[in-house]
């Protein structure tokens, strides 16, 4: 009986580790912390030219506390946002990239005369 026990709170125990592997993704829809460090380095990072520092404390991913970060949630829901349009059209899905050309700030349109 207590061994009983012992193997399925060691099992419940992984179950709930694999879980919280991920604490805070509100809008992405990954289930595994690589694809999300995937998506982070291939797309998020270059295509801003930042390091994963300009939106995350570094000794905790899942942290709301540095305001690049909550801008880039609101992004990627624009940009989610948009692939359901650009989807419609059958045309290519769009990323960061389309705007921001792997800058901090995209360019804003030349002042109007
Ligand atoms: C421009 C901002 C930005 C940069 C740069 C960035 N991230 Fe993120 N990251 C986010 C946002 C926003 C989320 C939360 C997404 C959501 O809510 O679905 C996130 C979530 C994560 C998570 C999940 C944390 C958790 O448990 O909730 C990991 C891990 C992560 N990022 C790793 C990285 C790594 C590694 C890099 C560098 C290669 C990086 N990120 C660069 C914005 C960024
Ligand atoms: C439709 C164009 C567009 C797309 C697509 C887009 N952005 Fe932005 N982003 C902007 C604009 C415009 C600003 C504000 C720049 C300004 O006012 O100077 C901005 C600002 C930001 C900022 C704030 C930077 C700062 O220094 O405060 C972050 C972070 C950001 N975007 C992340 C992202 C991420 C991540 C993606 C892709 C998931 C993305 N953006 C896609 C247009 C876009």
Request: glycine residues 4%; hydrophobic residues 35%; aromatic residues 8%.
């Amino acid at each position: 009986m207590k061994r009983i026990v012992l193997i399925i709170s060691l099992i419940s125990g992984f179950l709930f580790g694999q879980q919280s592997e991920l604490k805070n993704l509100k809008v992405l829809p990954y289930k595994t912390k690589r694809e999300v460090v995937k998506f982070m380095k291939s797309v998020v990072a270059p295509e801003l030219g930042v390091k994963c520092s300009f939106c995350h404390n570094m000794t905790d991913y899942s942290s709301d506390e540095k305001d690049h970060k909550k801008v880039a949630r609101q992004m990627i829901a624009m940009v989610q946002q948009s692939n359901k349009t650009m989807n419609d059209l059958n045309f290519h899905e769009i990323s960061c990239w389309v705007c921001h050309r792997g800058n901090e700030h995209p360019e804003h349109p030349p002042k109007k005369k």
